[in-house]
């Protein structure tokens, strides 16, 4: 998983201690107002916002107990939505046959975007379909991964 790695090893076992499946967690700066820490939970039927703010308050207490953030954050609780963000090879079997974009950290072969139909896992590597044209993109290479959504 990608993302911040010690904070979901911290918060998965809450998050599913209340019934949800994390889904991964993003932290996001931004200058002047402290860092934005985004966790995406998920079940199969769905997240509320009751849902949100349950987990919300449970991985506020933990965070502050564990004081792993350095400076003043805010907390944003969120299902994955449409445009379900992937953090981990388990999410990119799943939504093996599904169109996604995915971003690298480095170029591969003079690219870092590619958009295309998800083939599954080879090796530790993600296959994506794009324009009739196999790529296989390393999973530790990975910068950014999402679904995209069906018009």
Known sequence: MWGDRRISELVEPV?????????????????????????YIDTPSGITIDDCERASHQISALLDVEELMASAYTLEISSPGLNRPLFTEEHFKRFTGVEASITLSKPLNGRREFKGLLRGIRGDR?????AGEEFELPLEGIKKARLVPEC
């Open 15 to 39: 998050v599913a201690a209340l019934g949800y499946e994390l889904v991964g967690v993003e932290r996001l700066s931004s200058v002047g107002k402290g860092a934005l820490l985004r966790i």
């Open 126 to 130: 993600v296959v994506i379909l794009v």
